[in-house]
């Protein structure tokens, strides 16, 4: 996955509050639940010795939008009175989550979203087309929709002389009304960074707009089976293939990185490190290219210094408690963040033992050994 969420965070100096909190809103009693979790948050904050101004910050983030509906977890970075990042997760945490380090908690948002890739769908007929975006819960909504030219849109027998013509009327207002569709399938995809789109709907109208997406578009999309712009079609049935075909997409990608990492670490050519230590040091010479990080994340304790990238062991180097506590944390976030300020790749890991040592990379160039 990108890191571009976090990029921000990684060259910021200084400590950030962060908080976790389910905010499932299925129920009338959910909003008080979300309420006594926010008061919650601002005392267990201030007691880490976050300023007036960040808890405020925090606060609104998490009393205004975005709202989720249904099942839903909220991450909020801030600092300095400014809110860094806000965004929604599918699984909501078991329990409330507050930090306050130069080493903010982000795992939790980065093994999230790593398994929310945003989907494009367009559902196609001949005449025009809703496009939309794929959103966490297996459901998806509606951004644009195309209306092309409606007639003539089909072809038709038994007009004598005038039939070639007719039919070429026809295919040419089809072919027109795709590519028109076609261009806002690949400006929504551009807009939000997709790596899948999922075009749905009759079955010509499907074939007309992938013969008509551009190339890097043409190369990500795929076709479902159910869906249509008609009243009364299932979009329910539509939702649940959506999710499979990005459920799917999802495994095979992080199957590949796998296959690449092993088959570079059997190589022996210094190209793939395994282990924490190694991989921190890679990262610490800007060698790598992609990480592997467990499903289940890494609690092994790490401080770091004003460079994302200067990242100790603190069972390593002291264990006295003379450490700044504000740049202690976890070695999983603190290896995303690091990730990030490197430009490097991330890929969370299921099942954990394709990777030894719990943590993997593969390298731009080798390190010494």
Not at 6 to 21: F, I, Q
Not at 165 to 190: K, L, S
Not at 298 to 323: L, N, Q, W
């Amino acid at each position: 996955m990108e890191l571009g969420l976090l990029r921000e965070l990684a060259t910021r100096s200084g400590p950030c509050a962060v908080a976790y909190l389910d905010v499932t809103r299925d129920t009338e009693e959910a909003y008080r639940a979300i309420a006594l979790r926010r008061r919650a948050i601002e005392e267990e904050l201030a007691d880490r010795g976050v300023d007036a101004a960040t808890l405020s910050a925090v606060d609104e983030a998490l009393e205004s939008e975005p709202w989720a509906v249904g099942r839903a977890g909220r991450a909020v970075v801030a600092q300095n009175g400014t809110v860094l990042l806000d965004r929604l997760i599918a699984e909501p945490p078991e329990n409330t989550i507050t930090a306050y380090s130069r080493v903010p908690d982000v795992f939790p948002l980065v093994a999230a979203v790593a398994a929310e890739e945003p989907v494009v769908v367009a559902v196609v007929d001949r005449i025009g087309a809703d496009i939309g975006v794929h959103v966490r819960d297996g459901g998806w909504r509606t951004d644009r929709t195309v209306e092309g030219e409606d007639r003539p849109v089909h072809k038709v027998r038994g007009l004598g002389w005038s039939q070639n013509r007719v039919q070429r009327r026809v295919e040419n207002t089809a072919a027109h009304n795709a590519a028109e569709i076609a261009r806002e399938v690949d400006r929504a995809a551009a807009e939000i960074g997709t790596r899948l789109i999922v075009i749905a709907g009759e079955v010509q109208a499907r074939t007309e707009v992938l013969a008509a997406l551009p190339a890097r578009s043409k190369s990500i999309a795929v076709e479902a089976e159910h869906g249509g712009r008609a009243a009364g079609s299932d979009r329910t049935a539509l939702a649940e293939e959506i999710q499979r075909l990005a459920a799917e997409f999802l495994a095979d990608e992080a199957g590949q990185v796998v296959e690449r990492f092993q088959a570079e670490l059997a190589a022996g050519q210094g190209l793939a490190v395994s282990g924490p230590e190694r991989v921190v040091a890679a990262l610490q010479a800007g060698a790598v290219d992609t990480i592997l990080l467990p499903s289940d994340g890494m609690d092994r304790e790490v401080t770091v210094g004003d460079d994302v990238t200067d990242i100790r062991f603190r069972d390593a180097h002291r264990t006295d408690g003379g450490d700044d506590d504000l740049g202690v944390g976890r070695v999983d976030s603190a290896v995303a963040l690091a990730a990030a300020a490197t430009d490097a790749h991330l890929f969370v890991i299921d099942p954990v033992s394709a990777v030894p040592d719990g943590v993997g990379a593969v390298l731009r160039f080798p390190m010494p050994r």
